[in-house]
């Protein structure tokens, strides 16, 4: 996707790094970097939401609630989805791309076009489909984005493992006779470990917006402290008294996803790669 | 004549495993309608559904047969265009989801349209400055268009334009009131389509037959428009075909976000009445959809690329 090569790209990917950690710190210091309760009315404006101005950094909500609060606690949730959603994206893509692409044959057949089928639902259709069958709980929302994003990883690790299955040392650890298991865990994984790299960084994109969309449409995760999706959508019906109430939750999600494409992209700058898949 | 045949060949492979995807795309639903819940029947009817009622439905449906037949039975239904009756409305599905259709057609297109037009115009421009200043700015902005997230987007957009500048109406159906919705929909998709225009232009203008055409002296811009652009915008052809499912999610949300009476709040209303035939049928027959439009796309593919012709004959 980037052209311009390596040095840019190293630049991309370290920018992307430190806007990540950044956020992580923000989100294992809440307790400490938030001036106010979250949850807490801490300003007398029932009905009418204060403006950002000090002492309130990002304005108070229709109950009173610091935003600026609400946005630091809010990075828990939101990261903690982001980051279990996106293991389980890994985790499904990565076995279904090492077995087509190791296996061949009609195991390949077989799931790449279930591959094909999963991807011709609109994502967010079949995640809405699903959150309608499972009870409500954030294990649910967890498995569902893992459920209908995986995919792209498949097909991206399949098309690397077919490539690696040909070359010498991987035959040559065949014909001595290692299993199959053993080889793809000892040859197969290490070697495509920096794209399952690249592909985590890509899916966290795409893991926060499609918990973020969840969210906007009262399918996120039921919990008191609301992730930032779900301050959007709360704050919906007041948009044009208080404005601030959607917008800097908006741009908490934007950062969190520009730090991750710029890891992303740039670590695919880096290597030279090209990913498949969407 | 061998060149027609692998044509042929070519397409008929195409067709033959857009065939294949479409049956499996029934059958998953398929199995979330009717295999995962415990009660089918229920679900079908509605939690409010009196005994008699979900006795008959059980009956009408084959729920007490087994499985493999009851697949059967619902490819025959589909097949007559019976995707089940919403248990709120007790309107046919397929007639609501007709019903809704146009005004999604007219929104996705009208963006899809605007963002085709926006990523090429953007992807030439900054591949024919490579390494300038607004080269990176087109780098950084691309990432950052396809970081927003859209519903966050049409928000923005109805708060600028429509309530404090009233350049454009806030709600509504038609004619200007596409404007915002399309926009926000259209931003994260043009940015992907100039950074894919712009590096496919640059491998592009690196090869032998661009030089040739220098070389021949030819001016610039029948170069880059008739030479480059040309084989820079075949894969932009594929991924609107790929692209198109996930376009179908976010028509979702700005449908959501700007009250577009399409097929996306046909869902998103389903899902907050808990109308499970309804929602089924809509996320059916929006993977149909995708399907039929990647089909196209293949065999528009294959007839404005000769080479694949031959590469997959």
């Given at each position: 996707m980037i052209s311009g090569g390596g040095e840019r790209g190293r630049l991309l990917a370290?920018?992307?790094?430190?806007?990540?950690?950044?956020?992580?710190v923000v989100a294992l210091a809440a307790p400490w970097l938030a001036p106010y309760d979250p949850l807490k009315a801490v300003a007398d404006s029932f009905g009418a939401p204060f403006a950002p101005a000090p002492p309130y950094l990002l304005g108070t909500d229709e109950l009173g609630r610091d935003v600026f609060s609400r946005i630091v606690f809010g990075a828990r949730i939101s990261l903690t989805v982001a980051l279990t959603a996106t293991l389980l994206t890994l985790l499904i893509g990565v076995t279904v791309g090492v077995c087509a692409g190791y296996f061949g044959n009609w195991v390949d057949v077989v799931l790449m076009r279930l591959t094909d089928v999963v991807l011709s639902f609109p994502a967010l259709l079949l995640a809405i489909a699903l959150a309608a069958l499972f009870p409500p709980g954030l294990e649910s929302i967890l498995v569902v984005i893992?459920?209908?994003?995986?995919?792209?990883?498949?097909?991206?690790?399949r098309a690397e493992v077919m490539s690696l299955r040909e070359r010498e040392f991987i035959a040559a650890a065949r014909v001595l006779g290692v299993?199959?298991?053993r080889l793809i865990a000892r040859h197969v994984l290490p070697n495509v470990l920096p794209t399952i790299i690249v592909m985590g960084a890509l899916s966290t994109c795409n893991t926060v917006l499609l918990d973020a969309g969840l969210s906007y449409l009262g399918l996120g995760v039921p919990v008191p402290i609301p992730s930032w999706g779900r301050m959007i959508s709360d704050s919906q019906m007041y948009y044009r008294v208080a404005p601030w109430l959607m917008i800097f939750p908006g741009l908490a999600i934007a950062y969190t996803v520009v730090a991750f494409n710029?890891?992303?992209y740039g670590l695919l700058a880096l290597t030279g790669r090209r990913h498949g898949g969407s | 004549m061998v060149r027609h045949g692998t044509?042929?060949?070519a397409f008929l492979q195409r067709l033959g495993w857009s065939l294949v995807i479409l049956i499996g795309v029934t059958f998953l639903t398929f199995v979330l309608a009717f295999v995962i819940p415990s009660d089918p029947a229920r679900t079908v009817a509605g939690p409010k559904a009196d005994p008699q009622t979900l006795a008959s439905i059980r009956h009408e449906l084959g729920l007490d047969q087994p499985v493999p037949l009851q697949y059967a039975w619902y490819l025959e239904r589909l097949v007559r265009g019976d995707f089940g009756r919403s248990y709120v409305t007790g309107?046919?599905?397929?007639?609501?989801i007709l019903e809704r259709l146009p005004a999604t057609a007219y929104l996705a297109l009208t963006s899809l349209a605007a963002a085709t037009f926006l990523g090429i115009g953007l992807g030439c421009c900054t591949a024919v400055r490579q390494g300038s200043a607004i080269d990176v700015a087109a780098l950084l902005g691309s990432l950052v268009g396809l970081s927003i997230p859209i519903f966050w987007l049409?928000?923005?957009?109805l708060y600028v334009f429509a309530y404090r500048l009233r350049l454009l109406p806030l709600g509504g159906y038609g004619g200007p009131h596409v404007i915002l919705p399309a926009s926000a929909l259209a931003l994260g998709n043009a940015a992907y389509y100039a950074r894919l225009v712009h590096t496919n232009l640059i491998a592009v203008l690196d090869a032998d037959y661009i030089r040739t055409a220098r070389a021949k002296g030819l001016p610039r811009w029948r170069i880059y428009g008739k030479h480059a652009l040309r084989n820079a915008l075949i894969p932009v052809v594929t991924l609107l075909g790929l692209d198109f499912a996930a376009l179908m999610s976010g028509v979702v949300l700005t449908e959501t976000v700007f009250n577009w009476p399409g097929l996306g709040r046909l869902a998103v209303d389903a899902v907050f009445n808990q109308d499970i035939p309804m929602i089924m049928g809509t996320v059916l027959f929006s993977a149909l959809l995708v399907v039929v439009v990647n089909m196209l796309v293949d065999i528009l593919y294959l007839i404005i690329d000769p080479r694949m012709r031959y590469a997959r004959g």
């Open positions: 370290l920018w992307g790094a430190l806007m990540a950690l950044l956020l992580v893992a459920l209908v994003s995986w995919t792209g990883v498949a097909r991206t690790v299993p199959p298991l710029f890891i992303g | 044509a042929m060949i309107q046919s599905v397929l007639t609501a049409g928000l923005v957009l």
